[in-house]
């Protein structure tokens, strides 16, 4: 292997250590999976129907084996765009929020359909951000996921755009479905969030523009220094970037669970997280006392 150094703003003994840490996947019983629009809207703004495909018999799979699954999702404005013929995203926000609502109901469509050729039953589950701001709100949606998944039954979650406009102007630290991903995870006290990207995980910089980045396998701690180096903001069919996942991550790390940020091109790639693989960037804290 090439010797490559690390920046300063990693521990290269946490790096190394990491991968022992991918041993706990096998004790995951409760997981969030985060689908991100670049792995459901093709470059070219078409639906990628054969990655949702791909994501149910997963996803379905997982469910047989015993695991409770949640889905949360992206994708209605960039499902709406394809289904209205419109080349690109308005800006004004209430031509957002119409071409939201027609995209949740065909995005829905399209999950419902590949869900069901594998017998697994789904729920919609729209929410806005008084989940968080509301104790009433934050238990009703507790009580309703965990009477779903007792029922047998996949949650798919997306924030509610044509109420919730926090995710389409930006003004709020809730505004994209990352932020909502971690949220749930908090709400339903998930072993792990698998969050889905068109990245491989977290580079020490931007790989498509630095051909010696690294990839880091492990990060215990988002500090300032990480999201300085974090770049990128949003896509033409969805919000997001890297900045919003490793504050999702953090989030995820305050709530003592771990996330781990991957490739969603082919999700099956789940699978190999779940065995233990090193793929994409786990953010996991490390035990203080552990010095194996």
């Given amino acids: 292997m090439k010797n490559r150094s690390f920046p300063s703003t990693i521990d290269q003994t946490l790096i190394e ?24 809207i093709y470059p070219n703004g078409k639906v990628n129907l054969s990655g949702i495909d791909e994501l149910a018999y997963v996803l379905t799979d997982l ?65 806005t951000r008084d989940i968080v701001e509301f104790p009433k709100s934050r238990n009703n949606v507790v009580n309703t996921l965990n009477q779903l998944l007792a029922m047998d039954i996949l949650p ?29 995870t908090e709400l339903v006290a998930a072993d792990l969030l698998i969050m889905l990207s068109d990245i491989n995980g977290f580079y020490s910089d931007d790989p498509s523009k630095n051909s010696q980045a690294i990839l880091y396998s492990h990060v215990s701690k988002i500090t300032d220094e990480l999201l300085k180096e974090a770049g990128g903001t949003s896509s033409a069919f969805g919000t997001g970037g890297m900045r919003s996942k490793l504050k999702a991550a953090q989030r995820v790390l305050d709530t003592s669970s ?11 790639i789940i699978f190999d997280i779940l065995a233990g693989k090193e793929i994409g960037t786990l953010f996991e804290e490390m035990e203080e006392n552990d010095n194996d």
């Fill in 17 to 40: 250590k990491g991968d022992s840490m991918r041993e706990s996947m096998a004790k995951v019983k409760r997981l969030v999976v985060k689908i991100g629009t670049s792995s459901l």
């Fill in 258 to 268: 771990k996330m781990v940020l991957a490739n969603g091109k082919r999700p099956k």
């Fill in 156 to 184: 798919i979650i997306n924030e509610n755009d044509t109420v919730a406009v926090d995710e389409l102007d930006h003004l709020t630290k809730f505004g994209d479905n990352d932020q909502l991903s971690a949220i749930v």
């Fill in 63 to 127: 469910h047989n084996r015993g695991l409770e699954v949640i889905l949360v999702t992206s994708g209605a404005i960039g499902v709406g765009l394809n289904k209205l013929q419109l080349l690109e995203r308005p800006q004004k926000i209430p031509e957002q929020q119409a071409v939201a609502a027609v995209g949740q109901t065909e995005l829905m469509t399209i999950y419902t359909q590949r869900f069901e050729a594998y017998s697994q039953k789904t729920a919609q589950v729209l929410l």
